[in-house]
């Protein structure tokens, strides 16, 4: 049995200082369903990894990376035709770094609901997806609605992270209809403080609700009980992965059977360490670290 089922979109990001003036730069993949693969998979949690890259040298580089944490990759497709994404990071001294995708057309953003494999997904233990692939495009979107009708007719628990990027919407009305249907949907909900009002009627009671607040750090309200955990001061080189690695520290810890307040511990833990690394994935920890 798979422990954890996910898809989405893993692409190349290159990250820099102000562009037209800096004159260096750094290459890695990134993806907020790939950190959460590679951050289980390090905790020796069985991985299945569903998305498409393209026949170039990015694309070979997510599936070599794939394989070699031990994430299964059977259902991953290289797609002729279309290219690897590209994410382009711009940190700006004092201000929100800037994101530039180059992901039109991608072979990420080409997943569609044909590509869902119902009987994998049935036989997992939690499906996690992310409202970044539910924005990708029409066909992205009906495959993660694919996959989680696939979840619940299996009783196969549903995790879902909000991560709303404005960029990637029409309008923040569509958004809150996506987002909020596939927040309704899920068993086990993470967001950031700032994307409460997008998913209002999920938050409900009956409903696990992992809330990140920033520099106050996070809570989780399950069984109509409140836990919160400070986060950890750590020298903080790049922010972009912290989320995505708190939610693969959680999921690890839920798949463990720990306690709530656990739980976030545990997310914390890995998301200082990814914030404390130049990329979003290799700075994760294994099991023997912690």
């Not at 299945?48 to 944490?69: F, H, I, N, P, W």
């Not at 709303?164 to 086990?188: I, K, N, T």
Request: with cysteine; net charge negative.
């Amino acid at each position: 049995m798979t422990d954890v089922y996910t898809l989405g979109e893993a692409l190349g990001v290159v990250s820099s200082g102000r562009v037209r003036h800096e004159c260096e730069a750094r290459l890695d993949v990134c993806g907020p369903e790939f950190t959460l693969a590679v951050g289980l998979a390090r905790f020796g949690h069985r991985v299945a990894y569903l998305g498409k890259v393209g026949a170039d040298e990015l694309g070979a580089r997510v599936l070599t990376t794939l394989r070699g944490e031990g994430v299964d990759t059977l259902d991953m497709r290289v797609t002729e035709g279309a290219r690897t994404g590209l994410l382009l990071r711009e940190s700006r001294l004092g201000r929100p770094e800037r994101l530039t995708h180059y992901r039109t057309g991608s072979a990420g953003s080409r997943l569609s609901p044909g590509n869902v494999p119902i009987d994998r997904i049935g036989a997992a233990k939690i499906l996690h997806v992310s409202g970044i692939t539910a924005a990708l495009g029409r066909d992205a979107l009906e495959a993660v609605r694919a996959a989680v009708s696939a979840a619940r007719t299996a009783d196969v628990v549903v995790s879902f992270a909000v991560d709303y990027q404005p960029e990637l919407w029409d309008s923040v009305r569509e958004a809150e209809e996506v987002l909020g249907e596939l927040a309704c949907a899920s068993h086990l909900l993470f967001l950031g403080q700032d994307e409460l009002d997008l998913v209002k009627p999920a938050l409900t009671a009956e409903r696990e609700v992992v809330v990140n607040r920033g520099q106050k750090g996070t809570s989780v309200r399950a069984d109509r009980v409140r836990y919160d955990q400070p986060s950890f001061q750590v020298p903080v080189v790049d922010t972009a992965g912290g989320s995505d690695a708190f939610v693969a520290g959680y999921v690890s810890a839920a798949l463990d059977g720990l306690t709530p307040q656990e739980r976030l511990h545990r997310g914390a833990l890995l998301s200082a360490a990814a914030v404390s690394s130049a990329s979003d994935w290799q700075g994760l920890p294994t099991r023997a670290d912690l």
